[in-house]
Nanobody
């Protein structure tokens, strides 16, 4: 499965962004999808995940209330809405998928990864 992220950019504190994760080469039908992020010098951290077909979601506790994950199955795309962005949200955001319908919250549970989209938040 090839995943391509988009929607990142340079924004100011308090702004919102919607990131997209589009699957190509094969569908993510039946597969859970997650978002992770990695800041310079830090480990990759879990952000959010959504099951197939989308009834269950999980969020990182520190981000809950500011992020929303959703999926458009006919479009084979998963979205991550980021609100009230802060400078500490600056990171490379990755989407990933795993060969199960249920969500996971650790990077080792996901087999296929995109290249990431960069989000930079200025103060």
């Amino acid at each position: 499965v090839q995943l391509v992220e988009s929607g990142g950019g340079l924004v100011q504190a308090g702004d919102s962004l919607r990131l997209s994760c589009a699957a190509s080469t094969r569908s993510v039908s039946g597969l859970a999808v997650a978002w992770f992020r990695q800041s310079p010098g830090k480990e990759r951290e879990f952000v959010a995940a959504i099951s197939w077909p989308g009834m269950r979601t999980k969020y990182a506790g520190s981000l809950k209330g500011r992020i929303t994950i959703s999926r458009d199955n006919p479009k084979n795309t998963v979205y991550l809405q980021l609100d009230s962005l802060q400078p500490e949200d600056t990171a490379l955001y990755y989407c990933a998928t795993r060969p199960y319908a249920s969500v996971g919250t650790t990077a080792t549970e996901y087999a296929y990864w995109g290249q990431g989209t960069l989000v930079t938040v200025s103060s």
